[in-house]
């Protein structure tokens, strides 16, 4: 190899690692963001999603935080949805004949 291909091969691997950077960034701003969102529902404070960016034990700390905190929230009303109850005695099939 001649000093320009090594220039070249060097500017498509660091062009490479440019895209897989933006990539990494976008996915981590979008799981912050949908912790925050998350956070906020449960009545806890939104910042701490950010705690998803210490590498490696984030996400465990923040899941570990969603299940064993009280979530204030409004408790939906109990209301039934469904089919009717059934009447109490069902009426009887007409005989049938051969």
Avoid: H
């Amino acid at each position: 190899m001649d000093q320009n291909q090594m220039n070249q091969m060097g500017g498509i691997i660091a062009g490479f690692f440019g895209v897989i950077l933006l990539f990494v960034l976008a996915f981590t701003a979008f799981w912050v963001f949908i912790y925050w969102r998350i956070l906020k529902k449960a009545g806890l404070e939104g910042p701490l999603a950010l705690l998803i960016l210490v590498p490696g034990i984030g996400y465990i700390i923040v899941l570990c935080i969603l299940a064993f905190s009280e979530w204030k929230v409004v408790p939906a009303p109990q209301q039934v949805y469904g089919y009717p109850p059934p009447p109490p005695t069902y009426p009887t099939a007409p005989p049938t004949q051969l």
